[in-house]
């Protein structure tokens, strides 16, 4: 079956969409299966503008988790767009990487922000998130962006492509991290599927992205899967620099890529999820740990080094938490505080209602009418860890043990 794109066009309007159909043809199951599907919390039926749409909360059959299925309301035509797959993650370099590639090995830089597949159906382009949803604010961004040259490049390689990157920068309603090369906004592209997952060569990719005016994640080099040590260098070259980390690819893809993280990000994140313990804080803290255990092996580090981290590490934890409860103490907002920049009201209202549909709880800080072509919004995005401290200061208890 073709899963790329599926052109189904049985109905005529609106009204007699069938989503039970679309999904069971999509997915390949049968009609009462997907009527049951529909009901679970195994998918999300949500809508953006005329498109309906079914995001998978979950892998099902052979479709990974954030598949989305956009269907035209007025016509009834269909798309499948596969979900991103998962990137396994190294805690040793020395040993993931020589037994894991073929021959050489493609070091791109793992940027930090948030996935972002962009798509092109029924003559417009869509910012598809991780989890599977059409992100109002990130499509009306990306058309303002990069619209015509998504779509050169799209038109070029066949309407079943999918681009993948990463937006990265501090005007964004997800993941925020300052980056020189786009301190606002910016899509770094890392991957495009011709068809379902199927990927062009990176070097393929790369040439392509620059020849349509766009931009690539950078590229660090190229090494022999026995060259671990080359690898780690890039490592700590990102690591004084304080950046993210690598992801690792084979040429042609016939290996799947793998992903490791500089220490400074690891114990970034803590740091930056420990403002909020009852929310990021307490799933952020275990995996780093076990990533910093092994990099104080694999790289050898002293005790000097040892002291440093252990000093960073409890810092960002123990530091930033007692900081946040003081803040609440002080009455001030235990939030993430963000700016996002729209083009129209009718844009900002559908990143509105699309968040809050979500659950994601917010309030609108300030709206400025920055110029004649733009607002910017103050957006506050509220945690579950304020009401944690107001029980435990309460209380005096532990809500865990
Ligand atoms: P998962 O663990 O399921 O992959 P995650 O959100 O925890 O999801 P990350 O730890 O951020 O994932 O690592 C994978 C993500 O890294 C990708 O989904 C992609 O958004 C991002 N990324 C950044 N740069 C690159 C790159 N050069 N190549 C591939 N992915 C990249
Ligand atoms: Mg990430």
Redesign the pocket.
């Known amino acids: 079956m073709n899963r790329g794109m599926t052109l189904y066009k049985a109905y005529n309007d609106s009204s007699s969409i069938d989503l039970a159909e679309i999904l069971a043809e999509s997915l390949g199951i049968n009609y009462e299966r997907a009527t049951k599907l529909l009901e679970s919390k195994s998918t999300r039926i949500l809508r953006y503008k005329n498109i309906r749409y079914i995001a998978l909360r979950r892998d099902l059959g052979n479709h990974y988790e954030g598949t989305a299925i956009l269907i035209d309301e007025k016509t009834g035509e269909y798309r499948v767009v596969e979900g991103?797959?998962?990137?396994k993650?190294v805690l040793l370099l020395s040993k993931a990487v020589p037994q894991h590639f073929v021959d050489w090995v493609i070091v791109?830089?793992?940027?930090?922000?948030?996935?972002v597949r962009v798509i092109k159906f029924k003559d417009e382009i869509y910012a598809v998130t991780?989890g599977g949803y059409i992100c109002p604010y990130t499509t009306a961004r990306m058309r303002h962006e990069h619209g015509k040259s998504i779509e050169n490049l799209i038109d070029a390689i066949g309407e079943e492509t999918v681009v993948?990157g990463?937006v990265v920068g501090l005007e964004n309603p997800y993941t925020r991290y300052y980056y020189p090369e786009a301190p606002e906004w910016g899509f770094?592209i890392?991957?495009i599927f011709r068809k379902g997952l199927d990927p062009l060569s990176v070097e393929n990719r790369r040439r392509l992205v620059e020849e349509y005016g766009l931009r690539n994640?950078p590229l660090l080099g190229k090494y022999h899967k026995d060259d671990w040590q080359g690898i780690l260098e890039v490592v700590s070259n990102l690591e004084e620099v304080g950046r993210?980390g690598i992801?690792m690819?084979d040429p042609y893809y016939r290996v799947d890529?793998l992903?490791y993280?500089t220490s400074y990000i690891n114990t970034k994140d803590i740091q930056e999820g420990m403002k909020y313990p009852f929310d990021e804080g307490h799933t952020f803290i275990y995996p780093r740990v076990l990533r910093q255990m092994f990099k104080a092996i694999e790289d050898d580090w002293d005790e000097e080094r040892l002291a440093k981290e252990a000093q960073r590490l409890g810092e960002a934890i123990l530091v930033t938490a007692v900081e946040s409860v003081k803040r609440f103490l002080r009455g001030m907002p235990i939030a993430e505080e963000f700016i996002l920049t729209f083009y129209n009201m009718r844009d900002f209202e559908d990143f509105v209602s699309h968040i809050t549909l979500l659950g994601v709880p917010i309030t609108i800080v300030s709206i400025d009418q920055a110029s004649e072509n733009y607002i910017k919004v103050k957006i506050l995005k509220h945690k579950k860890t304020p009401e944690y401290y107001k029980r435990i200061l309460r209380t005096g208890l532990s809500p865990l043990d």
């Open positions: 991103y797959p998962h990137i993650r791109e830089e793992k940027m930090d922000g948030h996935n991780r993948a990463e770094f890392f991957d994640v993210e992801v690819k890529p992903k993280t």
